[in-house]
């Protein structure tokens, strides 16, 4: 069987192994709109064995790539909001040093230390972010049944606007959006957002996106691309940092962008003929696998669960992603191939 040897990893990989994770994960976040960083760090690290630290620093040199062609897009469109987007990265440029900085003091502490810490902060978003796709998905699903969908521009909620209403200068008019909110919850947000793209190798849009959208009351599509726009400076800032710390591995990075470019491609042109509800809990529960995958592997570290037990429940639970991801990739394909006068 062909290996590859990764220099920066220390180990040898079978190349298209990555590039059929790459492909999953790529369809899954262009289909469903979600960056695929928090997904593709704990698979590289569960399937592959790839330490946390060079996976998470070589699949956010990835995520700039994608970050950049995502905000031509928007900008194109009129759906990036300048001003916000500026505010937010005077937090997530120092939040991506401060991210770097704690992984790499988690790594002068032991391979095995960082390692568990990792793990416990990837299982805790994880399953944060499955439990929310999930029931957001099921949810909407049930109300499309119930009532007539609603516009994007009026997403407005109690919390968004208690915080347009604070009394906290300076504010931020945004046009676009037609709303203003207090500057100094964008620098906080965006501290946040930089911590977490330098600690575990993500864009944060997972976070980010739903914060602007359910926090300040944006559009989504505008939340989106100021979303975007921002993540190419943090997470190259954060790429920097990763770069020089000696957690990329160029030669893993080239086989699993061509992976995700190829799987993003598809999952945008399946958005045509999967609903967004659906596949929202589809997604959430293939997160809430890997965060259980997460779980058992801390268990293990902390020697709760036996190596043998744990090593057999984790080799479960990865065949379910796999067979789950593969099943909508393959549904998606015979959908967009099918004739037109055979699609309901």
């Given at each position: 069987?062909?290996?590859?040897?990764?220099?920066?990893?220390?180990?040898?990989?079978?190349?298209?192994?990555?590039?059929?994770?790459?492909?999953?994960?790529?369809?899954?976040?262009?289909?469903?709109?979600?960056?695929?960083?928090?997904?593709?760090?704990?698979?590289?690290?569960?399937?592959?064995?790839?330490?946390?630290?060079?996976a998470?620093?070589?699949?956010?040199?990835?995520?700039?790539?994608?970050?950049?062609?995502?905000?031509?897009?928007?900008?194109?469109?009129?759906?990036?909001?300048?001003k916000?987007?500026?505010?937010?990265?005077i937090?997530?440029?120092?939040?991506?040093?401060t991210?770097?900085?704690?992984?790499?003091?988690?790594?002068?502490?032991?391979?095995?230390?960082?390692?568990?810490?990792?793990?416990?902060?990837?299982?805790?978003?994880?399953?944060?972010?499955g439990?929310?796709?999930?029931?957001?998905?099921?949810?909407?699903?049930?109300?499309?049944?119930?009532?007539?969908?609603?516009?994007?521009?009026?997403?407005?909620?109690?919390?968004?606007?208690?915080?347009?209403?604070l009394?906290?200068?300076?504010?931020?008019?945004?046009?676009?959006?037609?709303?203003?909110?207090?500057?100094?919850?964008?620098?906080?947000?965006?501290?946040?957002?930089?911590?977490?793209?330098?600690?575990?190798?993500v864009?944060g849009?997972?976070?980010?996106?739903?914060?602007?959208?359910?926090?300040?009351?944006l559009?989504?599509?505008?939340?989106?691309?100021?979303?975007?726009?921002?993540?190419?400076?943090?997470?190259?800032?954060?790429?920097?940092?990763?770069?020089?710390?000696?957690?990329?591995?160029?030669?893993l990075?080239?086989?699993?962008?061509?992976g995700?470019?190829i799987?993003?491609?598809?999952?945008?042109?399946?958005?045509?003929?999967?609903?967004?509800?659906?596949?929202?809990?589809?997604?959430?529960?293939?997160v809430?696998?890997?965060?259980?995958?997460?779980?058992?592997?801390?268990?293990?570290?902390?020697?709760?669960?036996?190596?043998?037990?744990?090593?057999?429940?984790?080799?479960?639970?990865?065949v379910?992603?796999?067979?789950?991801?593969?099943?909508?990739?393959?549904?998606?394909?015979?959908?967009?191939?099918?004739?037109k006068?055979?699609?309901?």
């Open positions: 069987m062909f290996e590859l040897y990764l220099p920066w990893a220390g180990l040898e990989v079978n190349p298209f192994g990555v590039i059929s994770i790459g492909l999953l994960v790529g369809f899954l976040a262009g289909l469903v709109g979600v960056g695929g960083g928090f997904l593709m760090v704990p698979l590289l690290n569960s399937i592959f064995r790839i330490p946390m630290n060079v998470a620093g070589t699949d956010l040199v990835g995520i700039v790539a994608t970050a950049t062609s995502g905000t031509a897009a928007h900008y194109k469109l009129g759906h990036v909001e300048w916000l987007g500026l505010t937010i990265l937090g997530s440029i120092p939040g991506g040093w991210g770097v900085y704690l992984l790499n003091s988690l790594k002068t502490m032991g391979a095995s230390n960082l390692t568990l810490y990792t793990k416990i902060v990837w299982m805790v978003i994880l399953s944060f972010l439990s929310l796709l999930f029931l957001e998905g099921w949810m909407s699903y049930r109300a499309s049944k119930q009532k007539p969908k609603t516009k994007d521009d009026e997403v407005s909620t109690g919390v968004s606007r208690f915080i347009r209403s009394p906290l200068p300076p504010k931020l008019v945004l046009e676009k959006a037609e709303v203003s909110v207090p500057a100094i919850f964008a620098v906080g947000l965006g501290f946040l957002v930089g911590i977490l793209s330098g600690f575990m190798g864009g849009g997972f976070l980010m996106t739903p914060a602007l959208v359910y926090g300040l009351g559009p989504v599509v505008i939340a989106v691309g100021t979303d975007l726009f921002q993540m190419v400076f943090t997470a190259t800032n954060a790429s920097l940092m990763q770069a020089i710390s000696g957690n990329v591995d160029l030669y990075l080239v086989i699993m962008f061509i995700t470019t799987g993003a491609q598809i999952g945008a042109k399946a958005t045509k003929y999967i609903k967004g509800p659906r596949l929202r809990m589809i997604f959430g529960g293939i809430l696998i890997v965060a259980m995958k997460m779980i058992v592997d801390v268990a293990q570290l902390m020697r709760v669960v036996p190596l043998a037990i744990a090593a057999s429940i984790g080799l479960g639970l990865l379910a992603v796999l067979v789950v991801s593969g099943g909508v990739l393959i549904f998606a394909l015979v959908t967009i191939f099918k004739p006068k055979m699609r309901k």
